[in-house]
């Protein structure tokens, strides 16, 4: 039997909460904080854009500052909730340290400067776990987009049943407010600004988790939030465009393995989509819904788009998920009820996540 990996620390900065149960207690009140940034005028009249912004005064930040900017907050919160404080320490402990970072895909981050780029995936990943490094044992940059979160969660579960680390952290950060990706959205129509039907609205959000073994969690006395049910990640196989019909293949498949795993998900109550208002992602999960959620039990269970809150977070979104779902539990809101998470990334990438709340209510 596979050995159990519990999350231990959460750590959340999005445009709704400064830490994870303020966010969470607005996503659950389904309360948005949608406003017009001033610095956001894309394409005929350069019209502000309404997007779900840190701090609607921000001007437009490329994603690698963005990043450098943002980790140290969530990152502490998860930390001092894992009882965790730095690498050093850890390594005194013999305690092998894996570090993840999911990012957006290379086709956004083509467009930041070439030589700041290189420079943060020389040394800026790192620069993001702050107290970490340098004593981690594993640093990896995923740059997967939505899905990267589900991928980061798989490779650190996997490192971690085969002993190969202790303890995995897991950062994800995003956002879309950067003039050049902007741009690049506006001219695809995948905006919800001038004459589109659909689109998105831009977000940014900064997540992370603490992870390691069940057994380790608790023969050091920390407070297990919740299970890593499992996770199953894929690749579509079609490239998204008007020329390719939309299949959801590889996406229904990873779903239906996830489930099946699972008692066919017979104790599932929330499901978790990145759906944003692009057309596109509402049919890819019609489809999954059509095929795998038919498992689940009928009328019995919650789905949410977290989009409508928070906007479009990109490869911050499976992470801050997971974060909000062990949230509720500790607030006595769906405590022992698994969370389904599924992720599916513009160039391919499809993940998905069962996330399992262990922790005990705790006082509001």
């Not at 340290?97 to 995936?121: I, K």
């Not at 640093?139 to 490779?155: F, Q, Y």
């Not at 079609?238 to 699972?262: D, Q, W, Y």
């Not at 978790?272 to 009328?299: C, I, K, Y």
């Amino acid at each position: 039997m596979a050995e159990s990996i519990v999350v231990t620390g959460t750590g959340l900065r999005c445009s709704v909460g400064n830490g994870v149960a303020q966010a969470a207690a607005v996503v659950r009140a389904r309360v948005s904080r949608f406003a017009k940034w001033q610095h956001g005028g894309v394409g005929p009249g350069d019209e502000p854009l309404i997007v779900a912004a840190l701090s609607p005064s921000t001007p437009p930040t490329p994603w690698t500052q963005f990043a450098l900017l943002t980790a140290p907050q969530p990152l502490h919160e998860a930390l001092w909730q894992a009882r965790v404080h730095d690498g050093r320490e850890l390594a005194q402990k013999r305690k092998k340290l894996g570090l993840y970072l999911a990012a957006p895909a290379d086709a956004r981050l083509a467009l930041e400067d070439e030589a700041e780029l290189a420079t943060f995936r020389e040394v800026g990943v790192r620069d993001c776990f702050e107290v970490l490094t340098p004593e981690a044992a594993r640093v990896e940059l995923l740059t997967l987009g939505n899905a990267a979160g589900c991928v980061a969660i798989a490779r650190a579960c996997e490192a971690l049943r085969q002993r190969e680390l202790d303890l995995a952290v897991i950062g994800a950060i995003d956002t879309h407010l950067d003039a050049a990706w902007l741009e690049r959205l506006f001219a695809a129509r995948r905006l919800k600004a001038g004459d589109a039907s659909g689109g998105l609205i831009p977000g940014e959000a900064a997540a992370f988790i603490v992870l390691e073994r069940e057994t380790d969690a608790r023969a050091r006395g920390a407070d297990v939030l919740g299970r890593i049910g499992g996770a199953a990640v894929a690749e579509e196989p079609v490239p998204i465009g008007p020329e390719h019909p939309l299949r959801a293949e590889a996406f229904s498949n990873a779903m239906a393995e996830l489930l099946a795993a699972h008692a066919d998900g017979a104790n599932v109550r929330h499901v978790w989509t990145d759906v944003n208002g692009e057309r596109w992602r509402s049919l890819e999960w019609a489809l999954l819904e059509t095929r795998t959620l038919g498992r689940l039990p009928p009328r019995g269970w919650t789905q949410w788009t977290p989009a409508e809150t928070l906007g479009d977070i990109g490869a911050a979104t499976a992470l801050a998920q997971a974060c909000i779902a062990l949230q509720w539990s500790r607030r006595g809101f769906a405590r022992s009820e698994p969370h389904v998470i599924g992720c599916a990334s513009f160039e391919g990438a499809r993940g998905v996540l069962l996330v399992e709340p262990l922790s005990e209510a705790q006082p509001s």
